[in-house]
C-alpha cells in the first residue's frame, strides 16, 4: 500500500468554502511561482520518457498539439487550442469539488482542473489531482473527438445518476476509462487513462507488471467492480478500439443499475467466469 503522508487539501477534501456556485476560481497564472514552475518541468520531463511506447497515439497526438513542455500552461492559452479542435474549455477551480458541480461542468464541456501543484517531495504520488494530473493526463484525451463527446454524455449520466441512487456504478466506469483505462491499438495494447499516463510509476506497472489482471472492457462487469485508490490497480480493462465509448452514449442505462444493484460487487482483483482474461494476475512476494 502506498504511504498517505499527511499534506495540506484542497478544494472539497480540504473544506474549501466557494465564492462561486460552480466552485471556479481564477488560475492566477503570474502567482506560480519559479519553483513551481520547476516541478513541472520535472514531472513533464520525466513522464515522456516513460509514456513513449506506451501511451496510445490519440493521447500523444493531442499532447503535441498543446506544447505544455515548459512551463505550468496558461488555461486561456489552451483554451483557445482546445475549443477550437472539439469546443471543451478547462477551467480553474481549487481541488475536487462536489459530485454535481463536476457533472456540471461536464455535460457543458467544461474541464475543471486543480489550480495548485504538488510541492517538489510529493512527485511520485499525491491524494488528489493537481494541475499536472488534470491538464497533462486529461486534456491531450479531450482533443479526440470521441473523448470529448464520451466525457460529457458522462457528465449528462452523472446528472440523471444523482436521481436513480447510481452514481458508485457510474464512478466505476469513469475510474476504468478515463482514468485508468487500456486500449488495444495495432495489436498492441495503450494506456489511455489520465490516472496512469500522470503517473511515472504505474505508467510501467499498468503494461508490463505480472501483478494486475488484464481484462477485455464489459460494461457491466466494470460497473460491478470496485476500485483501488490507495494503490495501483488490481485489475486493468481493456476497451477494443476508443470508438467503444461511443457505445456506451446511446445506451439507457437504468436498466443496467437495477441488475447490478441486485447482484453483489465485485472485488477489484476479482476473476470470474465470462471474463475474457489477456493476462491473469501473478503475485509476487
Not at 512551463?71 to 477550437?84: G, S, Y
Not at 466494470?222 to 481493456?238: A, G, K, P, S, W
Request: hydrophobic share 40%; proline share 7%; with cysteine.
Amino acid at each position: 500500500m502506498r504511504p498517505l503522508p499527511t499534506v495540506e487539501l484542497h478544494g472539497k477534501a480540504g473544506g474549501y468554502v466557494p465564492d462561486r456556485l460552480d466552485w471556479t476560481i481564477p488560475q492566477d497564472w503570474d502567482a506560480y511561482t519559479p519553483a513551481e514552475h520547476k516541478v513541472w518541468q520535472t514531472l513533464y520531463q520525466r513522464q515522456i520518457k516513460q509514456i513513449k511506447d506506451r501511451a496510445c497515439a490519440d493521447f500523444m497526438a493531442g499532447l503535441d498539439r498543446l506544447n505544455i513542455a515548459n512551463e505550468i500552461p496558461r488555461f486561456e492559452r489552451l483554451n483557445d487550442i482546445l475549443h477550437a479542435a472539439t469546443g471543451w474549455q478547462i477551467v480553474a477551480v481549487p481541488g475536487l469539488v462536489p459530485d454535481e458541480v463536476f457533472f456540471e461542468h461536464l455535460a457543458n464541456r467544461r474541464f475543471p482542473a486543480g489550480q495548485f501543484i504538488r510541492t517538489a517531495d510529493q512527485l511520485d504520488y499525491l491524494q488528489e489531482p493537481d494541475v499536472f494530473h488534470d491538464v497533462f493526463g486529461h486534456v491531450p484525451m479531450l482533443m479526440h473527438p470521441v473523448m470529448a463527446d464520451f466525457i460529457q454524455a458522462y457528465g449528462q449520466g452523472g446528472l440523471r445518476a444523482q436521481g436513480l441512487g447510481a452514481l458508485e456504478p457510474l464512478a466505476r466506469l469513469y475510474w476504468y476509462t478515463v482514468e485508468f483505462g487500456l486500449v488495444r491499438e495495432g495489436g498492441e495494447v495503450r494506456i489511455f487513462g489520465a490516472g496512469i499516463l500522470s503517473s511515472h510509476s504505474e505508467t510501467p506497472y499498468a503494461l508490463e507488471s505480472p501483478v494486475p489482471n488484464r481484462i477485455m472492457f464489459d460494461l457491466e462487469r466494470v460497473m460491478r467492480t470496485r476500485y483501488r485508490i490507495d494503490d495501483f490497480q488490481e485489475t486493468y480493462f481493456v476497451l477494443p478500439d476508443l470508438e467503444r465509448l461511443l457505445h456506451f452514449t446511446q445506451e439507457d442505462f437504468a436498466p443496467l443499475y437495477a441488475r447490478i444493484k441486485a447482484q453483489a460487487a465485485l472485488a477489484p482483483g476479482d476473476v470470474i467466469a465470462g471474463d475474457d482474461v489477456l493476462h491473469l494476475s501473478v503475485p509476487t512476494f
